[in-house]
């Protein structure tokens, strides 16, 4: 089978528009496809101000859609931009997508997103349906997407263009299902044909996620145990029922990295650049970060590390309460991370009463994360659920070593010291609890202070591939695998 013609349409992309590991995988997996010969382009709203923010050059194009939705027309000019020789498509509809968040103020979201997502969905599918060549797979990200294969398969099937494409509906995260009131069903056009209980309605709401676990051609999630996970009542977020019902169809491929832009030996935000074997580096950013934060300047205190979203399945309030503790047996702690505004709260206030040992800063800030990275000797991943995660792959890369809670992503892509030292990247515990925690910090705080046995685990991470190659291998099988079932 020759290259495929392959659309991504997603809600953010990295490098143009970022809040979570979505964007990571829908900037870099294209790009691995592309190298596997298929034709990628990525589909995604014109958030003007962050996109903008970025430097990225936006030019504009001569084509243009028209959407109704809500009463009303919705013009959207498209726009293209070009980044690591991918195509990014940027839908512009200012009303709709110029604000100050991509998805909702901090921690909150807004009322009109059905609306956003919808109107995106379906310039997507028009862009698509006009496109020059025929687009063999539509591949479609969280529940921001899920409407797509049901609206084409309703709706846009008529169109030579599309008319034979495959759909395969990515979960990155099960948690948002995108749940809105049933009288949007008209107000948007949305095709009422399955709105019932073993269709897109979830207690008399619309369900954009089931929408997409559906009518999908193909499901996939983003590592193998978090596919087995969201298939049980503690995983699967009142829809684990339904998904056993599409086993049949749903295939875990775990994340990969851009291993490039993320390279402690090539990247330009972090003080001194180092690989594996070679510690002096590292060192140094250690250092520059202890004194960029106001911490300590010690060599040998662990510094840990946590880069995330302040949501409840981060398990922040586990580091919380271990921290104080932490704290006591002289360890450092950094902290980048938005989300929950209490939770921002009581971090800023251990940071305060603790400023030599206790560094937070709030607000999304690669460089300031990546800074972090290379400095961290250990990063904590205490996730109540991870589907893949993406910030133990970095850490790993940059030789901070993960301690993480054995789930999803982080189960399959760590492996821990204790059960296999001659393969460990990190250390696990299995149980969500405070003293369960505290126990793996101690673990690897106790290799720390043991240099040879440190330097062989740090070499093991970084070396170890999170590269996308095996898993672009993967999606290139199950797009060609659909494909023959036409
Ligand atoms: P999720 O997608 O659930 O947020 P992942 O671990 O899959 O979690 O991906 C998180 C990504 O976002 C990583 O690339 C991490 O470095 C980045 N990230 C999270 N919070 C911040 C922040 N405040 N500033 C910079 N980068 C961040």
New binding site residues.
Partial sequence: MAGLNIVFIASEAAPLA???????VAGTLPLALQHLGHRVSVILPYYRKQIDATGTSVRATDKGVDIWADRQQWHCPIHEAESNGLKFILIEQDELFDRDGLYGPPGDAYADNLLRYTVFNRAALELSAHSDTAVDILHCHDWQTGMIPLLLKSQYLHYPAIARAKTVFTI??LAYQGIFDADWIGRLGIPTHHFHHDGFEFHHQINCMKAGILMADEITTVSQTYAEEICTPEYGCGLDGFLLNHTHKLAGIV?GLDIEAWNPATDTHIRANYEAGKSGGKKVCKQTLQEKAGLTIDADAPLMAA???L?E??GIDLLLAAAPRWIAQGYQLAM???GDPHTEQQLRELAAAHPDQFFF??????S??REI?AAADIFL?PSRF???????L?AMRYGAVPVVRATG?LKDTVCDFDAARGRATGFHFREATIEAFDAAVERAVAIYRQPAVWSRLTGRAMRRDSSWQASAAQYDTLYKTVLKRR
């Fill in positions: 970022k809040t979570g590991g979505l964007a990571d990155h995260n994340n880069i995330t979203r949501a399945q981060k980048l991370g938005s800063r709030s607000g999304f800030n690669e300031l994360a990275y991943m991870e589907p893949c995660g993406l910030g133990q970095m992503g």
